[in-house]
């Protein structure tokens, strides 16, 4: 997918939102294959419109043309631009079920791994793994909008919502979806740029849902092991682990 | 043949409310007239559109100047700000659009425009109106109430809006939720009437296919309503029974599900889309076959491509739900089907710019308003495929794209449109021109400053905004200087926007007043509206004057004929069908 590479960081490099998951540049370069799309047939219908209004004004002693639109020789323009908005449709299904199917359906085995995020009026909990890398285990590093994970790494998440319908979204990662009371939602993201980007709530959930603003911290192996340790709790470091 | 009996009807009526009729105002409030229940729906709707843009003007100023004190309401709070754009989308859709363009002109010009002298049910017109009029007061109730309007969202997701805990506002939620329930109900009665209306009561002569676009459009937007509405009726007294008894249909703590909520809501909530366009795209169908002097293209394929989405519209609904946690593979489905709803929708578009082919074009007002209509709403519909596309709408959902998406679609219907249709039908209404040179001014300032509204949210939406925040500056990402700016932006236009609507209601009344009298066809029409007087007499004709019809309703510059127009009642030497 070299053409996704090269034309899906458009919306990156001209500023507007960065790329900062190994697949939004799939998402951006289906939403710039939509805009081209779509946009082909915008800028020609409002051309021809514009065109005929300008076109077609009254003048004095002219009558308008009588066409009720069942002669084939004019319907045909009725006709093929519509088999050609279908033409498009499909071509935008095609690569848009590619990007569902990458994105939310095909989950990569193997995470190095997974972390739980747990929404709550109105807050972030995220449960991290900790030195030992596994999830449920009594060195789990627990956290309040603070989402601590290493460059370049694949996660597993586990989305749990407390009370009411959240919405766990970072927009860098082109990563939305609802956490439900109940359920327990799994996904996956792969972080590729070292930073600090905002944790958004994007379910409206309450009194303060626009508060509910979380940050996630992608760093580096080494500043990431640190963070481990620093933060590992001190009942699991007196008394080990059976 | 029937005419007679038909004569005989409408002269009894008028005795009737002559002799037995209650006198002043009280006149009005038991009226069975269609008209006056038609501007009875027209004004309520009108009166709920100003309280709608003073919220849209109380949040915007709270989005670009956060904190500040918004003149005439003062500082917004987060819960006040939820409130806010909660019952704006309320206000908007079931106060707002569905009255005006469903009942105002479904009302007014259904019996006119199939030659009938009043509904079939004129009571049951009358009890939809005194329905909608009681919701009306219990969602204003609802703002004002202790706690505060609810401030859940337009869509109401449970579990914040079934249980007081988590939403803090156990008034105002249960009395939303009784609100929308009474105002479907007003509507399933209306639409009785509009669909039987049509079916029986059409003049001697006039075919399923001499019926006008419109009013075959707000027929089907009624049936849609209908077929679609049993479900969130049911919800919504599912939705109160959890508020208010403790039943558990959407918590899932006690074994219910709040995503089937959803499913009960947009399986009307996306109809409901088509609900109030088929009436714009309707009215547009009259004002560009009058003002552009032609023939519609195609006007079976117009008729056929409604149905085709009415059908369609039925099976799309789970697109709002891509990323709520249903099954992933559902949303193939309705990417698919999504997509497929851009054929007749491409379609519709299509057939109206053909209209405009070798026509002889007047820029009226109201040609202004309905041209309008067609280049702006064409944005909201090419919009809608990046949101119709699920791998895209990952990105896209709930952020402001979508917020510009779908104004870009229900600003063009239910505000352009109905523009379109109030200042086309204005002579027949009040029997008075309207003023152009301030019609104009008035369309102008609407549509510029529109599109500066929306356009710099499109591009806040692509940066990764989303909606119902009451401060951004939470979101560092968001917070920056010229994300800002382009908030203040859409402010300042919609403070234009606002403040030109003064011109639309000064020209209402100086031409309700002063202007000149309107005659019987001022704009050279062919529909049957247009044969009676300006305004309409009770019983809607003359007893000696009832129409019959010969031709369909799109007959202009006929070849062979002096005139450009040609009335569907004027007789043409064949004799009655």
Known sequence: MGLVERVGHFFDDIGLIRIGSSYAADIDFLILLVLVAVGVWFLAAESVFMYFIVKFRERPGHKADYIDGTNKRHKRWITYPHLAVLAFDVLIVVVSFKVWHKIKMDLPENPDAVIRVIGQQWAWTFQHPGADAELDTPDDIFTVDELHVENGKLYHFKLEALDVLHSFSVPVWRIKQDAVPGRSITGWFQPTVIGEFDVQCAEICGFGHGVMAGRVMVEDPATHSAWIEANTPDAYAAVPAE | MAEPAVAVMAHHEE???????????????WSTDHKVIAMQYMFTGMFMALIGGFMAYVFRMQLAFPGINVPGFGMVSPGEYNALVTNHGTLMIFWVAMPVLLAAFGNYLIPLMVGADDMVFPKINRLSFQIFFLSTIVILASLVVEGGGFAGAWTAYPPLSANETYNLTPLGSTLWVVGVGLEFVAFLL???????????????????????????MIVVASILFMLSVGPLLAGAIMLIFDQTLGTGFFDPATGGDPILWQHLFWFFGHPEVYVVLLPAIGVVAEIITTFARKKLFGYRIVIFTIVATGVLSFFVW?????IAGIDPRMANIFTVTTLLISVPIAEMCFVYIATLYGGSIRLTTPMLWALAFIAEFLIGGVTGIFLGAAGADIYFHDTYFVLAHFHYTFFPIAIIGTFAAFSYWFPKMFGKMMDERLGKWHFWLTIIPFNFIFIPLFVLGMGGQHRRIYNYAHFPELAIPWFQNMRIVATVSLLVMLAAQLIFFYNCYKSWRRGQKAPRNPWRANSLEWTTESPPPHGNWRPDELPVVYRGPYE?????RDDDYWPQSEPDGRGAR
């Open chain 2, 190 to 216: 209306g639409g009785i009437n509009f669909i039987t209306t049509l079916m029986n009561s059409r003049a001697p002569g006039m075919r399923a296919f001499d019926v006008p676009i419109v009013v075959w």
């Open chain 2, 556 to 560: 202009y510059s006929v070849p062979d």
């Open chain 2, 15 to 29: 005795e009737d409310h002559a002799h037995h009729g209650p006198e002043g105002w009280l006149k009005y409030l």
């Open chain 2, 318 to 322: 789970a697109h709002h739900q891509f």
